[in-house]
């Protein structure tokens, strides 16, 4: 069984950046792809970026291309999400997630451990 945990997340002004945090606890992650999704008040719960266990791979959605990445230290259990060039819609709360069979499109199904989540609010 894998814990996670995310934190950094906050209030940030349009344009602006945040970094968040998501640590592993109870296994190593050595063996996940590990990943990030995002649920906005009112809407289902969407992917936004993963990598894979040795970290060279990633995979993105459209929506933040360009503007995220995602990175991991698996000595630390710890993955990480940049996040730059913030924009409102990009408000949600930001889940991390490990999977140990992840394959095609990303869905949260393939996905088999989930942090508790930390709010990201970018405001105009």
């Known amino acids: 069984q894998v814990q996670l945990v995310e934190s950094g997340g906050g209030l940030v002004q349009a344009g602006g950046s945040l970094r968040l945090s998501c640590v592993a606890s109870g296994s190593t992650i050595s063996t996940y792809t590990m990943g990030w999704f995002r649920q906005a008040a009112g809407k289902e719960r969407e992917f936004v970026i993963d990598v894979t266990w040795n970290g060279g791979l990633t995979y993105y959605a459209d929506s933040v291309k360009g503007r995220f990445t995602i990175s991991r230290d698996n000595a630390k259990n710890t993955v990480y999400l940049q996040m730059n060039s913030l924009k409102p819609e990009d408000t949600a709360v930001y889940y991390c997630?490990?999977?140990?069979?992840?394959?095609?499109?990303?869905?949260?199904?393939?996905?088999?451990?989930w942090g508790q989540g930390t709010q990201v609010t970018v405001s105009s």
């Open positions: 997630a490990a999977g140990n069979s992840v394959r095609g499109v990303r869905t949260p199904r393939l996905y088999d451990y």
